[in-house]
């Protein structure tokens, strides 16, 4: 579902991303793992078309982003950790504008913007102007645009950020909805409790290049996942 091949992005004489190696299939959930400056967020623009990268190639579905980045975007959705919102509308005008981007029928959004927003408790303020939420209602309101569609991939970038428990434990039981229906999930997280009860795979970036990846079980072994990231972290490059 998502390819990434000798994935390379440099910021002047910084190597953010080095010739990054990942792949992502129908039916994952994949933790991407790292501290704060190793290049997750880098990767993640750059496998949704938003940032450029200068070498390697990464593919949607068997799609370049490079090559077609709008044919990616349309089976894709991308849920960043500090979703900037049109604060001008309300909660049911933004979500029929991200609807009509991607051409769902009348009747489809109806029914899954009513089925999600029921289910994260945001029914009753969707007619409220978005500049009236609070961080976490924002959140919740990003995910169900980016879900509005049904996408085969959803990457998100620290998506429990913000959110309370009970729509945290929505938003996991949603990621495992849309992986048993054929779809996929890559995710970064400092949360590495979450990831490990979570995710099917996961990849530790350090400095922009991979260190560790494979199933929980190969990358953790008879450790936890802190103490492996840990002991990852404190080794030099």
Known sequence: MLNIEHLTKTYGDKRAVDDLSLHIAPGEIYGFIGHNG???TTTIKACCGILDFDSGEIFVDGVSVRKDPLRCKQVMAY???NPDLYDYLSGIQYL???ADIFRVPAAERRARIRDYADRFELTDDLAQPIRAYSHGMKQKLAIISALIHRPKLVILDEPFVGLDPKASHLLKELMREIC???GAIFFSTHVLEVAEKLCDKVAILKAGRLVKSGTMEEVRGDESLESVFLEL?????
């Open 96 to 98: 029929h504008f991200i």
């Open 38 to 40: 190793a290049g997750k």
């Open 233 to 237: 972290e404190d080794d030099h490059v």
């Open 79 to 81: 849920i960043p950790d």
């Open 180 to 182: 048993r229906d054929g």
